[in-house]
């Protein structure tokens, strides 16, 4: 039973560049919230997928943006990336059954991202 | 919005000591607390998680309280072991959407 995986493990990128990320969730989840994790802090809710729609959104510019897939797998993009952007990216799986969240959700290893 | 205090930020103990670890929340609607264990360069990880509709939870030697009128909940190691060494971060649910509100994490060193 494969647990949720994240790619790449480690970016580089430069300010203003573009970044994507990728995550599939835990085996039978078909739910993914993205966190960004700053160096000594706890995560923080970027937004949440469910259905191929984001359904929660924390207080996040729109330079982030997401996409679900058919499959439940789902993408983080960063535009314009800033310095303060650097932070290991996690993502997160659960089960939403008929629409109700179940609130256990388990984490991928993340992608730590460093902008230059 | 909703806003999670954790303290302490950093707690060293001595083996086979007790260690205890307090959040607090701000939102009453608040309905589902984790905590997790984060060792250095992996993922979070939920250890033990308690309901709105429960006071207490025991699970081997982690145990966590949590008390709604005064909005606040604690993790509870007891026999602490040096594995235990990890840094832990209490979480809320704000609604019924899976929208999480993490603390600042306790950097725990268990000392042998």
């Known amino acids: 039973d494969a647990g949720v995986t994240q790619s790449p493990t480690h970016l580089i990128k430069t300010r203003g560049q573009q970044v994507t990320l990728r995550c599939s969730p835990k085996?039978?989840?078909?739910?993914v919230s993205w966190y960004q994790q700053a160096l000594g802090q706890g995560p923080q809710f970027i937004f949440q997928y469910y259905e191929e729609e984001e359904r929660q959104r924390g207080n996040f510019p729109d330079r982030f943006s997401g996409h679900q897939f058919p499959n439940y797998s789902s993408e983080l993009n960063v535009n314009a990336l800033l310095l303060g952007d650097s932070a290991l990216y996690l993502c997160?799986?659960?089960?939403?059954?008929?629409?109700?969240?179940?609130?256990?959700?388990?984490f991928g290893p993340g992608t730590r991202l460093l902008v230059l | 919005g909703e806003n999670v205090e954790q303290h302490p930020s950093t707690l060293s103990v001595q083996e086979g000591d007790s260690a205890v670890i307090k959040c607090t929340y701000s939102d009453s609607a608040s309905n589902y607390f984790p905590w997790y264990k984060q060792e250095l360069g992996k993922r979070p990880q939920l250890i033990i998680d308690?309901?709105?509709?429960?006071g207490e939870k025991k699970d081997q030697r982690i145990a966590v309280t949590l008390n709604k009128t005064a909005k606040h909940f604690s993790l509870h190691i007891t026999e602490t072991q040096p594995e235990d060494s990890a840094v832990y971060f209490c979480a809320a649910r704000t609604n019924n959407f899976n929208k999480f509100y993490f603390g600042s994490g306790t950097k725990l060193n268990v000392k042998p």
């Open positions: 085996s039978g989840h078909d739910t």
């Open positions: 997160a799986s659960s089960q939403t059954p008929f629409g109700v969240s179940q609130e256990t959700q388990y």
């Open positions: 308690i309901r709105s509709n429960v």
